[in-house]
């Protein structure tokens, strides 16, 4: 049986699961399963490298192992965040109370260190079924949800199941100073063949519309995405404050995807009784395409849950992204 094969069977799997679940419960942020990481008095790495820049995917290249997927906190407390530059595709997604959380996926490079991380969502299982098998690493989750976790096609790794691959850092306060060392969970990247996300890369398309600045907001949060000329990169900007890695490194994507889909409630909720958005990243939709300082209109598909995510002009033909990092902010349509 191929990979694609052996992961429809199990998203087939999962899929049953999710059904089963129960409508009632709560989900606690922050909670962790499988025992907490012990206190380590190291701080953070301080010497994160940049990604290089991701290939064509999704497109019959032979799988060169499972991504490593990050959840990763956005709270204003958790900033800066570390690792965050050398990630090849950022996720950014919306969670309780309109605030945002980040998703980062890693196939080209390890970072010495990643975090703060936080806990996972229904959300992320269906997003990550377009990668082979992909490593999912995360604070935990709630215990209704971790079936569903167990089940989908995707190895996961809460905190404290590899302890060594886990630590606290020493310069934010809990929950929001949790750390991952990716390369004790994984000998080595898997390469950019990893992203079979359907992404093409390559020169820009004609037309566009000159864009300086780009603002998406969620009901509680906001990213603003700046054109720098000089770097030929998109500075990012959480919530009206640029970002930055715990080094001081800016973080520029090449490519920023306003992808807009359908955010509904799901059925669970957290500790104060918000609901938890269900962002459903499988159907197809409109997008803006955001590089070499022009803005695209786009069509996105995505039919099935094992299926990459493929990004059209209006005319039908491929949406080249630049090379470099690519952030992908789920916007409500």
């Known amino acids: 049986m191929g990979i694609r094969e052996s ?12 059904l089963a679940v129960t409508a009632t419960g709560s989900l606690v942020t922050g909670c962790t399963s499988g025992g907490g990481a012990a206190d380590d008095s190291r701080s953070p790495s301080q010497s994160q490298t940049q990604s ?5 995917s999704g497109t019959g290249v032979p799988n060169a192992g499972p991504v490593l997927a990050v959840k990763i906190d956005n709270a204003p407390d958790a900033r800066p965040q570390t690792g965050l530059d050398a990630a090849d595709v ?4 919306q969670v309780e109370g309109g605030l945002s959380r980040l998703m980062a996926v890693f196939a080209s490079t390890l970072p010495d260190s990643v975090g703060p991380v936080r806990s996972a969502r229904e959300s992320d299982l269906e997003l990550l079924g377009q990668f082979h098998d992909p490593t ?9 949800l971790l079936p569903l976790i167990d ?3 995707l190895d996961p790794e809460p905190a404290g199941k590899v302890p060594d691959a886990w630590y606290r850092g020493t310069g934010k306060a809990a929950p929001h100073n949790l750390y991952l060392r990716p390369r004790r969970l994984m000998d080595s990247a898997p390469g950019d063949a990893a992203l079979t996300t359907g992404f093409r890369f390559g020169a820009a398309p004609e037309g566009g519309t000159p864009e300086a600045s780009r603002t998406v907001r969620f009901p509680s949060a906001r990213f603003t995405f700046t054109w720098s000329a000089d770097r030929e990169r998109w500075l990012v900007a959480m919530d009206g404050t640029p ?7 800016s973080v520029a ?5 306003i992808q807009y889909v359908k955010v509904r409630a799901s059925k669970y909720h957290d500790f104060l009784g918000n609901n938890t958005p269900f962002t459903e990243s499988v159907g197809s939709g409109t997008a803006q395409v955001l590089r070499d300082g022009r803005a695209f209109d786009a069509n996105w598909t ?10 059209t002009s209006p005319d039908g033909t491929p949406m080249n992204f630049a090379p470099g990092q690519v952030w992908v902010v789920l916007a409500k349509a």
Not at 12 to 18: D, F, M
Not at 243 to 249: A, L, P, R, Y
């Open 52 to 56: 290089p820049s991701p290939s064509d």
């Open 151 to 153: 089940d989908a096609p």
């Open 90 to 93: 950022v996720y950014a997604e």
């Open 136 to 144: 999912l690493a995360f604070s935990g989750a709630q215990h209704k």
């Open 253 to 257: 994507p090449a490519t920023v995807v």
């Open 243 to 249: 970002t930055v890695t715990t080094d001081g490194t």
């Open 7 to 18: 992961v429809r069977t199990r998203r087939g799997a999962w899929t049953a699961g999710l």
């Open 302 to 311: 995505r039919p099935e849950a094992a299926d990459g995510t493929r990004f």
